[in-house]
């Protein structure tokens, strides 16, 4: 009887133990997901501001910073600013960005990947849509987009998210 005692508290202890690390390790993905969209609302808001230099504060600040489109590759932080400024001059370019269908999967404790859809809207230019895929890395200031595959709905447009 005594043993029975004894196997039995042992199995609560460690269905405890289980329980506990799941719960620690989904909580830890729910705050690291919640983080991570927090970067993405940054950056919507930055946008609409017509701050695109605070929308680049989501982008992870170096030279080995990848932004691939359709129709080129552009290399580091400074690069990929520049291109934004040369693609949206303006706030009617700019127009309003609103980010749908995220869908954050966090691979690793400090790594992760987010796809989803970007739409702008656009007066008097056309409106421009399309979808995303973002790996983000977390670094000590923070999540940081390490690398950013925006394709436009349209063939021919050339618009990043």
């Known amino acids: 009887m005594m043993n029975q005692i004894h196997k039995s508290s042992r199995h609560v202890t460690l269905t405890c133990l289980c329980l506990s690390s799941y719960l620690v390790v989904g909580c830890a993905q729910?705050?690291?997901?919640?983080n991570i969209k927090d970067v993405l609302n940054d950056q919507t808001d930055a946008w609409n501001r017509g701050d695109i230099e605070d929308f680049m504060l989501g982008y992870w600040q170096s030279d080995e910073l990848t932004f691939e489109a359709p129709d080129s590759v552009t290399k580091g932080w400074r690069a990929t600013l520049e291109r934004y400024q040369r693609r949206y001059p303006n706030r009617a370019a700019m127009g309003t960005?609103?980010?749908?269908?995220?869908v954050v999967d966090v691979t690793a404790a400090d790594e992760a990947?987010?796809?989803g859809r970007f739409h702008l809207k656009r007066d008097p230019l056309p409106d421009a849509s399309g979808h995303f895929v973002l790996t983000l890395r977390k670094f000590v200031e923070g999540w940081r987009i390490v690398r950013d595959r925006t394709w436009s709905d349209l063939e021919n447009e050339e618009v990043e998210s």
């Open 30 to 34: 729910n705050t690291a997901e919640h």
């Open 97 to 102: 960005l609103t980010f749908s269908n995220l």
């Open 113 to 115: 990947t987010v796809t």
